[in-house]
């Protein structure tokens, strides 16, 4: 198989060509973009990547790690699986994903009828984050996400902030110290993230406890094109 040749073997210097060396494959970013929350075991990176084979994701992990984004490493017991997790510096790459999020959102062709795993929408959600208006209080919302492109997913429970300080949203398990606990499918959350409309209006999203707090999370972080 011949070696594919980097923009720096056409005497590109640029950091940014150089950048894409690195990311730039087929899938590449999308596997970072999948770790970006905490670490996944290959088969979770398959069932999360639709549409990605075996084969194209053992080597872009593989392309990856000898590039110093990902690591290999195995849990401790009673664990003691194998894990793919981005090093520190790999983990700076939620600003890029971020960004291009921002960016594209304004896009015509935005395929806004796509569904999205549960770590993508969170990560959507933050990349758009805002502060809470300045009167609101501080409030804590549990989001339990279940992926609804395929029936293989256990539901994914992240932990939200929002406040006037800032919006947080967190891979943390369940707590009863919330003003408000949201289930939900991604498709119909994201529908809310995207639209605006009325919670009561979906059916797959079950609120208990303050629905105001659910209201100012989706106000703070919804996906909203933003024109400077």
Known sequence: MATRRTYGSYNDGCASAHALDLIGERWALIVVRELILGPKRFV?????????????????LQDLEESGIVVRRTLPRPADVTVYDLTEWGRELEDVNAALSRWAVRSPQLPVEADMSPDTLVL??????RPAPASDPTRRVTLTLTDSRTARHEPVEYLATVGPAGTTIAKEPISDDVDAQVEATTRA???????????????AVAVTGDTEAVRALLDAARLTPTID
């Open 44 to 60: 979770d990176l398959q069932r999360d990547i639709l549409g990605i084979g075996p084969g194209v994701l053992s080597r872009r």
């Open 124 to 129: 959507a959600m933050r990349a758009h984050a």
């Open 189 to 203: 959350w994201k529908t809310l993230v995207i639209s605006g409309a009325p919670i009561e209006g979906e059916e």
